[in-house]
């Protein structure tokens, strides 16, 4: 999950959930990485389930308000159910990303920005928690009569992130997809690149990489069509026979 590779996370976790069948953590691993390949009814479904089964884990409840909180019709009371599910263990840094993830698909961009400070205490130099307040700081230069400092305070984040760890896929991907700079910017797709090597089968990855190749200007198409269709066929060829790896190869062709 924290390498984008979410299809992987759901195919592997096929066997892995029934390798271990009653660890609740891998359980909800596996649905949070189902919801996020788009399967995110029958993962509410599925949570719903494995939280009447764990009620003490905080991962089935974590794992259902993540998936809840990617519905079309979201309900009022996600928020308050995945704080009650960090509160089981406040000191999780994944917990604390997932709850921050949800405030950010339920609007909560404040909120999550708010909380974060607060935790950074508990986990220092933490670049996926540090990316994320970047990103949600981004999403604040959005609201109407925005304070022009939020898009500084998300650059100062996205920086130090990347301070922290420069070799995260996670980081790379997100300041590079969210950033302010043009399409076919050479240090986003610098970064693209990274992210791709560290996470060589992220369909969210590969899928924004190649056309920010094609979108360079200082290339010409005969160098792009050496880069592009060579590395779509290393990704495919990687995960063969697999359908969403094709989909999402037959867009990179394309």
């Known amino acids: 999950y924290l390498k984008q590779e979410y299809v992987d996370g759901w195919l592997e976790g096929n066997g892995l959930v029934k390798k271990f069948a009653t660890s609740p953590e891998v359980r909800g691993w596996y649905l949070i990485n189902y919801a996020r390949t788009g399967f995110t009814e029958q993962a509410v479904d599925s949570a719903r389930s494995l939280v009447k089964q764990y009620a003490r884990s905080p991962w089935p409840l974590m794992a259902l308000q993540f998936a809840r909180s990617r519905l079309a019709q979201r309900e009022d009371d996600v928020v308050a159910e995945a704080r009650r599910a960090l509160a089981m263990a406040p000191n999780d840094a994944n917990l604390t990303l997932l709850y921050t993830q949800v405030l950010e698909r339920m609007g909560e961009f ?20 540090l990316v994320q307040k970047g990103l949600l700081l981004r999403y604040r230069t959005r609201e109407a009569n925005a304070d022009t400092a939020f898009a500084t305070r998300s650059r100062e984040a996205w920086a130090e992130a990347l301070r922290v760890d420069s070799n995260n896929a996670n980081v790379l991907y997100i300041i590079a997809t969210n950033s302010s700079a043009p399409r076919g910017d050479t240090t986003a797709v610098t970064q693209l690149r990274r992210a791709s090597q560290l996470s060589p089968f992220s369909t969210a990855i590969n899928g924004s990489y190649w056309p920010a190749i094609q979108a360079r200007r200082d290339l010409p198409d005969s160098v792009k069509k050496a880069i592009g269709p060579a590395d779509v066929a290393r990704f495919i060829n990687g995960r063969p026979g697999e359908p969403a790896f094709m989909y999402t190869g037959a867009d990179g062709y394309a």
Request: hydrophobic share 50%.
């Open 110 to 129: 404040a909120a999550g920005v708010a909380y974060i400070d607060s935790a950074m205490s508990r986990f220092p130099n933490d670049a996926n928690l």
